[in-house]
């Protein structure tokens, strides 16, 4: 069985500042690790994943994000914030391997710039 | 690739009306999720299909919710009869049985029962 936990509801950040949203998960197999976001108004759209080899992971838009496995963790940073970058952030497991193909997501956090 | 394609895009109607939402998953997925999107409850997985056979209906609230998938290109979410409760963002997403379970998302439908 697969969970995530995802550290604050709601992070504000200066324009320039660092962005860093808290991503824990659980899971009995090897997992797969999405990032996803969703602008106002829109669907969700993936910005970066984890599935093999390179623990650090390069998204669209300047976003990236670690698997640690000793940590269980897959915190999603960004060097610099943007005002563009407002909006819902969702980390999400899946199970490698096996038929499995639900991903569970996390409960969201959403990311404010403050100008 | 058009990608997920679902409509309405937004539905207003009346308590007791029939609602029926369409999705059509990405050509060569094999795998097909509806979800609701509400702000009390955030993201949430109704049901979802492999190969056209609905695997995890466990997310349906209720029998009042029906949903279908009767070929590779379509799906129905239905809801009969609807209520004000049921107000919410429905989404459709698909991917590929085998890889690595990236979903795609369609842009969902935003339904308001009166």
């Known amino acids: 069985a697969q969970s995530v936990t995802q550290l604050g509801s709601h992070v504000s950040v200066s324009e320039g500042a660092l962005v860093l949203l808290r991503c824990n998960y659980s899971?009995?197999?090897?997992?797969?690790l999405f990032w996803y976001v969703q602008y106002p108004n829109q669907g969700l759209q993936l910005l970066l994943k984890?599935?093999?080899?390179?623990?650090l992971v390069k998204g669209i838009n300047g976003f990236e994000a670690e698997f640690k496995k000793s940590e269980t963790s897959f915190h999603l940073t960004k060097p610099s914030a943007h005002m563009s970058d407002a909006a819902e952030y969702f980390c999400?497991?899946?199970?490698?391997?096996?038929?499995?193909?639900?991903?569970?997501f996390g409960s969201g956090t959403r990311l404010s710039i403050r100008p | 690739d058009a990608g997920v394609i679902q409509s309405p895009r937004h539905e207003v109607t009346e308590m007791g009306q029939e609602v029926t939402l369409r999705c059509k998953p990405i050509?060569?997925?094999?795998?097909l999720f509806w979800y609701r999107q509400t702000m009390m409850r955030g993201l949430e997985l109704l049901i979802y299909?492999?190969?056209?056979?609905?695997?995890?209906d466990s997310g349906m609230p209720e029998d009042r919710f029906s949903a279908k998938m009767p070929n590779a290109s379509f799906s129905t979410l239905k809801i009969q009869p609807s209520e004000p409760r049921d107000s919410a963002v429905y989404f459709c997403?698909?991917?590929?049985?085998?890889?690595?379970?990236?979903?795609?998302f369609g842009p969902g439908t935003r339904l308001t029962v009166l």
């Open positions: 984890y599935t093999t080899g390179a623990t």
């Open positions: 999400a497991v899946s199970g490698k391997g096996s038929s499995a193909s639900k991903i569970i």
């Open positions: 299909f492999n190969n056209n056979v609905p695997i995890d």
């Open positions: 050509s060569g997925h094999n795998s």
């Open positions: 899971s009995s197999v090897p997992p797969y």
């Open positions: 997403a698909s991917s590929s049985t085998g890889g690595d379970n990236e979903q795609f």
